[in-house]
């Protein structure tokens, strides 16, 4: 038997605000269903599926919960094969940065941030 990883839910304040922001970062919509009950958006990485985000509009008590899904600790990595042009292409769309991007031994990784205050790094690692 073989599992697999598929999605991970992320809660959202707004489907259409989430799926502008995360595909600023390359992510695509690979499912968008609308409900009853609720609409399923499923977001993944162009040839990298089934992994990806659920996005799950928080109601209710959920909504206190946006954004702190990982705690003090970064909800993703994404990994690039060119940290600082990624960070220019980045930044030109208006994705908010935590600094510049940093070297250390074989990475450069810059941190951002999602409109929830989610903190996704973003890494290349180069071969050595």
Same mark, same amino acid.
């Given at each position: 038997?073989?599992? +697999?990883?598929?999605?991970?839910?992320?809660?959202?304040?707004?489907?259409?605000?989430?799926?502008?922001?995360?595909?600023?970062?390359?992510?695509?919509?690979?499912?968008?269903?609308?409900?009853?009950?609720?609409?399923?958006?499923?977001?993944?990485?162009? #040839?990298?599926?089934?992994?990806?985000?659920?996005?799950?509009?928080?109601?209710?008590? +959920?909504?206190?919960?946006?954004?702190?899904?990982?705690?003090?600790?970064?909800?993703?990595?994404?990994?690039?094969?060119?940290?600082?042009?990624?960070?220019?292409?980045?930044?030109?769309? #208006?994705?908010?940065?935590?600094?510049?991007?940093?070297?250390?031994?074989?990475?450069?990784?810059?941190?951002?941030?999602?409109?929830?205050?989610?903190?996704?790094?973003?890494?290349? +690692? +180069?071969?050595?």
């Amino acid at each position: 038997m073989t599992n +697999q990883l598929g999605r991970f839910t992320l809660l959202v304040r707004s489907y259409d605000e989430a799926i502008d922001f995360y595909s600023r970062l390359g992510f695509e919509v690979i499912h968008d269903t609308p409900g009853p009950p609720h609409r399923f958006v499923h977001l993944g990485m162009p #040839g990298q599926t089934p992994v990806g985000l659920w996005l799950w509009e928080a109601t209710g008590d +959920q909504a206190d919960l946006v954004g702190k899904q990982s705690g003090e600790h970064p909800l993703l990595v994404i990994y690039t094969d060119d940290g600082r042009a990624e960070y220019e292409r980045l930044t030109a769309t #208006g994705v908010e940065m935590m600094g510049e991007p940093v070297t250390e031994g074989s990475s450069t990784y810059f941190h951002v941030i999602d409109p929830y205050g989610n903190v996704i790094v973003i890494v290349e +690692q +180069q071969e050595g």
